[in-house]
Nanobody, 115 residues
Framework: QVQLVESGGGLVQPGGSLRLSCVASGSIFSIYRMGWYRQAPGKQRELVAIITNSINTIYADSVKGRFTISRDNAKNTVYLQMNSLKPEDTAVYYC?????????WGQGTQVTVSS
């Protein structure tokens, strides 16, 4: 069993910042990739950012230059620093971990950007 626990979501004004965290626990073996996806109401889940075990990163075009993904392998934790937030960033953000050919999801954390 693998558990992913996200934290750090909340309500923030446009232009503000939030930092999401996701801790993986349980039967953790050789995590290959960690990342964040998001799903806004009425829309499909979409990639936000991913980071591999070789620290290669991929970002959605909509967040490039504003969001930064990082990971702490010793803590099995992935972070998403979100700056210059926009109302269109409002969504439930899901942590994603890929290891040994299996994919695991967190339960999600709500991010709301509104004045």
């Amino acid at each position: 069993q693998v558990q992913l626990v996200e934290s750090g979501g909340g309500l923030v004004q446009p232009g503000g910042s939030l930092r999401l965290s996701c801790v993986a626990s349980g039967s953790i073996f050789s995590i290959y990739r960690m990342g964040w996806y998001r799903q806004a109401p009425g829309k499909q889940r979409e990639l936000v950012a991913i980071i591999t075990n070789s620290i290669n990163t991929i970002y959605a075009d909509s967040v490039k230059g504003r969001f930064t993904i990082s990971r702490d392998n010793a803590k099995n934790t992935v972070y998403l620093q979100m700056n210059s937030l926009k109302p269109e960033d409002t969504a439930v953000y899901y942590c994603n971990v890929v290891m040994q050919g299996t994919t695991h999801w967190g339960q999600g954390t709500q991010v709301t950007v509104s004045s």
